[in-house]
C-alpha cells in the first residue's frame, strides 16, 4: 500500500531587525563623512567636479556597506567585523577631516 505523502515544512528565515546601536554607528559613519567632505570644501585643494565624484563614490560605498551588514551579519563573528570595519570607517573619516582642518590653518 503507498503511503500518504508529506509535505515539507518551509523554513522560513528569521530577519533580525538591527539595533539602536547599530543605527547610530551607521548615523556615525554618515556623519563623520560629511565633516570629511566638509573639510575638503572649505579647504578648496580640489576642483569642484573631482570633488563631487569622490563624495558621491564614497557615499554610494559607505551605503551599499550599511545594506550589506544588515542583511548578512548575522553571526557573531560577521557582527564582529562589521563593527571594527565600521568604526574604522568613522574614524578615518574624523581624522582626515581634522588633518584637513589643520592643513588649512597652516
Do not use: N
Amino acid at each position: 500500500m503507498a503511503e500518504p505523502v508529506r509535505k515539507q515544512k518551509k523554513k522560513t528565515v528569521r530577519r533580525r531587525r538591527p539595533g539602536l546601536l547599530s543605527v547610530v554607528a551607521v548615523l556615525a559613519m554618515f556623519v563623520c563623512l560629511g565633516l570629511f567632505v566638509l573639510a575638503l570644501v572649505q579647504i578648496d585643494l580640489l576642483p569642484s567636479h573631482i570633488l563631487l565624484t569622490g563624495a558621491v563614490i564614497l557615499a554610494v560605498s559607505l551605503l551599499i556597506y550599511v545594506i550589506l551588514w544588515f542583511k548578512f551579519a548575522r553571526k557573531t563573528a560577521a557582527r564582529v567585523i562589521c563593527w571594527l570595519v565600521a568604526v574604522a570607517l568613522a574614524c578615518g573619516f574624523f581624522v582626515g577631516a581634522d588633518y584637513l582642518k589643520k592643513t588649512d590653518e597652516v
